[in-house]
């Protein structure tokens, strides 16, 4: 009596969507998440004053909000104004994937007073500002960006910006989507103050940052799964 096993040549070929890792999440209620911070730069060109933080009952469905506020004074000569709010994240992971299709920035926000935004983003290697800053992604191609902002509605909008399209982000200067820290700069542009001057306030809700990688197909019976390493026994008299 001779044995044969006969390999059961067994290839599964399966279309995986992964699943989204949302690796910031903030929706301002009351307070941020452990390990983030706000900062800023400005005010500039013909803003007098500024000033950033979260504000209870301004946020969609009266919940909180992190909202930015700029005045130019009026009499202002420079012909522009601007205010950044950064919000910053020194703790991020679960962002393995170094290309930037795969990253998707979304938030809801609204102005009152007027105001336009440009949006910058940037990253370092390591957690806590460690390691080094790989660059910046700019939805103007130089900053501060006036004239190429990303339009502000007086409701509340939601924006879905994927890291990839260059149409949105015209400017990058070598950043990378994978680094231990992130600060996102929220820009908010005015015009000169001229004589009239104005305050704008911008409210930005439910930001979240995530990375969805391209749907992959496995071919199972590669990954040392067991249903492509499985013999059949069969006895042949």
């Not at 500039?44 to 909000?65: E, K, L, P, R, W």
């Not at 930037?100 to 336009?116: E, K």
């Not at 680094?179 to 700069?185: E, K, S």
């Not at 496995?218 to 990954?223: R, T």
Request: proline content about 4%; aromatic content about 10%; hydrophobic content about 35%.
């Amino acid at each position: 009596m001779k044995k044969i096993f006969v390999p059961l040549a067994v290839l599964l070929f399966a279309g995986m969507s992964a699943q989204a890792s949302i690796f910031i999440n903030e929706n301002f209620d009351p307070s941020l998440s452990a390990g983030a911070n706000f900062a800023s730069y400005g005010p500039g060109g013909d803003g007098t004053s500024a000033n950033n933080g979260i504000v209870a009952g301004v946020g969609t469905g009266g919940t909180s909000a992190w909202q930015i506020q700029m005045t130019a004074a009026a009499g202002g000569s420079a012909g522009y104004a601007y205010y950044g709010a950064q919000y910053q994240n020194g703790g991020i992971t679960g962002n393995t994937s170094a290309n930037l299709s795969d990253y998707t920035i979304s938030f809801d926000a609204m102005v009152t007073g007027g105001g336009s935004l440009n949006l910058q983003i940037q990253s370092w290697t390591g957690a806590g500002f460690g390691g080094t800053q790989t660059g910046t992604l700019n939805t103007a191609p130089t900053s501060p960006g006036y004239g190429n902002d990303l339009t502000l509605n007086p409701s509340f909008t939601h924006y879905s910006l994927n890291f990839g399209n260059s149409s949105i982000f015209q400017g990058n200067s070598g950043f990378l989507p994978n680094g231990g820290t992130y600060q996102i700069a929220f820009q908010l542009n005015g015009p000169g103050a001229g004589t009239a001057g104005y305050t704008e306030t911008l409210e930005v809700d439910n930001l979240q940052v995530s990375m969805v990688p391209e749907p992959t197909i496995l071919a199972l019976s590669g990954m040392g799964i067991s249903l492509a390493g499985m013999l059949i026994r069969r006895r042949i008299a």
